[in-house]
C-alpha cells in the first residue's frame, strides 16, 4: 500500500477582511501578529499566510515598513515557512500589492487567478455606528460591496515575472472554476511550473459557495486539467472553515484555517487565537487517521526554496 502524504496545516493570521472591532482576537499590531504566528506554528501549522497591518489603526498595510518589525521575529523563533500574501488590499494595484514579497523573498506567497466581486459588506449590519474601535472600519467594511478585486491576465504575468528571479512557490488562490483554466492557460504558456499548489477557496461573497459538492467539483476539475502536477488545500470562509477542511484532508488534501478565514472556533463563538483553530484542525485530522506535516516536510512536498533563502 502507497504510503499516505502528510497533511499540510497552513495558518492565515490576520488578512485584509475582519477589522479589529469584530474580534479583540485578531491580532494587528506588530507584536500581536508576531506572537500569533509563533503560537500557530507551535500548535502545528507548518506554513504562515501573512499580511500586515497599521500598528495603530489595525488598517490594512502592504507599506514595507509594516512587514519588517514582524517578519525577522518569525524566522528567528520558528521554521515555519513564512507566505507574504500579494492579495494585500482590495483597491491597490497588482505593483503595489507583490511589493513586500519582492522585497522580502519569502519561500511562498499568493496569487489570486482571476478577478471577481469580493464583498463582505453584510458584516457591517452587526454593528452599531458607536461599536466601531477606529474610524476607518465602518466605511471599509460597507464600501466593500463596489470592490472588484482585479487580477486580470496582465496583472498574473506581471507578478510571476516579477517575482519569478525570487523562486517563490505560488499558493494559487481559486473563488470559482473558472480560475483553475485560468491557471490552466498560465501553466501552458510558461509563467508557472509544475507542481502548482492550489488554494481552493469556498464562502466569500462573489466566488463559490461553501458546499460540499463545489468542493468535489473544484477537485475533479483539477485533476483533469492538471493531473498529477498539483497539489491542493482548502480555505472554508466563515462557517465552513472546519467542516470543508475536515473533508479535505479526507480527500488527500491540506487545510487552512485562520482569523482571516474566520473569527469562530465553533458555531457562535469567537476564537481565542489563531493557536486555538489550528489545533483544533489538527486535533481533528490526526483523530481521523491522518498525520500533519513539519515545515521541512512541507517544504517537500511543495517543493519550497527553503528557509535560508528568504531576505528577511
Excluded at 37 to 54: K, V
Excluded at 207 to 225: C, H, Q, S, W, Y
Excluded at 262 to 272: M, P, T
Excluded at 279 to 293: M, N, P, Q, T, Y
Amino acid at each position: 500500500m502507497a504510503k499516505k502524504q502528510k497533511t499540510i496545516i497552513t495558518c492565515a493570521v490576520t488578512g485584509a477582511i475582519h477589522t479589529p472591532t469584530m474580534s479583540d482576537a485578531l491580532p494587528y499590531t506588530y507584536d500581536d501578529i508576531a506572537q500569533q504566528a509563533l503560537e500557530a506554528a507551535e500548535a502545528g501549522a507548518s506554513i504562515l499566510h501573512l499580511h500586515a497591518r497599521d500598528n495603530e489603526t489595525g488598517a490594512p498595510s502592504v507599506a514595507i515598513d509594516d512587514f519588517a518589525p514582524f517578519l525577522p521575529r518569525i524566522k528567528q523563533a520558528t521554521d515555519a515557512v513564512v507566505n507574504i500574501s500579494t492579495g494585500g488590499s482590495l483597491t491597490l494595484s497588482i505593483q503595489d500589492r507583490i511589493n513586500p514579497a519582492k522585497t522580502f523573498s519569502p519561500e511562498m506567497c499568493s496569487m489570486n487567478m482571476g478577478s471577481m466581486n469580493f464583498s463582505f459588506h453584510p458584516l457591517a449590519g452587526r454593528y452599531k455606528d458607536d461599536d466601531w474601535k477606529f474610524d476607518w472600519e465602518k466605511d471599509y467594511v460597507e464600501n466593500s460591496d463596489g470592490n472588484i478585486f482585479r487580477n486580470t491576465f496582465r496583472d498574473i504575468k506581471e507578478a510571476a515575472e516579477t517575482l519569478a528571479p525570487h523562486d517563490v512557490k505560488f499558493e494559487h488562490e481559486c473563488y470559482d472554476v473558472g480560475h483553475l483554466y485560468n491557471l490552466k492557460f498560465c501553466m501552458d504558456i510558461g509563467l508557472f511550473k509544475a507542481p502548482v499548489f492550489i488554494q481552493f477557496i469556498f464562502g466569500i461573497l462573489g466566488g463559490i459557495g461553501p458546499e460540499i459538492d463545489n468542493l468535489v467539483f473544484m477537485k475533479r476539475t483539477a485533476d483533469r486539467l492538471f493531473g498529477d502536477d498539483y497539489r491542493w488545500s482548502v480555505l472554508g470562509a466563515g462557517g465552513s472553515q472546519m467542516t470543508l477542511g475536515t473533508t479535505a484532508s479526507q480527500m488527500g488534501g491540506n487545510v487552512r484555517v485562520g482569523l482571516e478565514d474566520s473569527l469562530f472556533i465553533s458555531r457562535g463563538k469567537l476564537a481565542e487565537s489563531n493557536a486555538q483553530q489550528v489545533a483544533k484542525i489538527r486535533r481533528i485530522v490526526e483523530d481521523l487517521g491522518c498525520e500533519v506535516a513539519t515545515p521541512d516536510e512541507a517544504r517537500e512536498i511543495l517543493d519550497l526554496k527553503g528557509g535560508d533563502r528568504v531576505a528577511f
